[in-house]
């Protein structure tokens, strides 16, 4: 199944990539839409997944070690 990404889904993907001009940008298509996956060296630096009703779901950053 194709998923078409909503303009606003697109603009967030040009903002990520603005971010972090020199990562890679890899998408993972899901059945329920896809998740867009930036990574530098090898190392995912950040994470977002998009519905294909036109929802954004960014990943939560992680808390600092105690």
């Known amino acids: 199944m194709a998923i078409e990404l ?4 697109a ?3 040009a ?8 990562a890679e940008v890899c ?3 899901r059945a329920w839409g896809v998740i867009v996956e930036v990574r530098r060296m ?3 630096i ?6 294909a009703d036109g929802g954004v779901h960014r990943d939560a950053p992680l ?4």
């Open 6 to 9: 909503t303009t606003d889904q």
């Open 27 to 29: 998408v993972h298509q």
């Open 15 to 22: 903002r990520m990539r603005t971010g972090w001009p020199d």
């Open 46 to 51: 950040a994470l977002v997944a998009f519905d």
């Open 42 to 44: 090898g190392r995912t």
């Open 63 to 66: 808390r600092r070690a105690a």
């Open 11 to 13: 603009r967030y993907i």
